[in-house]
């Protein structure tokens, strides 16, 4: 996602959820893994009824299909950094991931449940100057996040992308496995 050729013009990360899937499907792919997105599968609701879905993803890392395998149900997060809502933001998106990865049947157990969301912070231009000491706050309140694993690409330099009066100095991914602890 640093790469050069997508300018200040445009990222990644203030697309939907599917190109954010897209873009980790693809660093899956480079690093050895293999991935399938969106795909038709039977779900089941908490009632235990099963009925027609789709998954966003599964995948599993190493180079043979005996490595960790996983289903993913993923959302996306447009998170104002000067809003006093940004942990109830990210809890509700966190929540609907959770509850999406929670109706994937389970493959014999094969595979790990995941909840995926790919978090991409905006604040507005005037405010410029505040984005490092919010992203700063931003990661403390996700490393907080019990049973959560993080990954994160922010820029701050002037050449961080800008849309419609807001900057997008990145996105964070956080990871949650759904199941016994």
């Known amino acids: 996602m640093g790469d050069s050729t997508w300018g200040k013009k445009d990222c990644p990360w203030w697309y ?5 899937i897209s873009q ?10 293999w991935a399938f997105e969106e795909f038709s599968e039977t779900k089941r609701s908490p009632e235990e009824m099963d009925f027609p879905g789709r998954v966003d993803l599964m995948f599993w890392t190493g180079r043979e299909k ?5 289903v993913a149900e993923a959302k996306s997060c447009w ?3 000067r809003s006093k809502y940004t942990v109830e933001t990210i809890n509700h998106s966190f929540n609907c991931a ?20 790919f978090i991409a912070p905006l604040i507005p231009v005037k405010y410029h100057a505040e984005t490092k000491q919010r992203l700063d706050a931003l990661i ?22 800008v849309h419609n009066g807001y900057f997008y100095p990145g996105v964070m991914l956080g990871v949650q496995p759904i199941g016994p602890e």
């Not at 005996?66 to 996983?70: A, D, K, Y």
């Not at 490393?143 to 992308?161: G, H, I």
């Open 66 to 70: 005996n490595g960790p395998q996983f």
């Open 24 to 33: 980790l499907a693809g660093a899956i792919w480079l690093a050895g893994g």
């Open 98 to 117: 959770i509850r999406d990865s929670q109706k994937v049947k389970t493959y014999k157990g094969r595979y790990t449940k995941l909840a995926i969301v």
């Open 140 to 161: 403390g309140t996700m490393k907080s996040r019990p049973r959560t694993y993080l990954a994160w690409y922010f820029r701050v330099a002037e050449d961080t992308p």
């Open 16 to 20: 939907n959820e599917r190109a954010s």
């Open 79 to 81: 998170l104002r950094l």
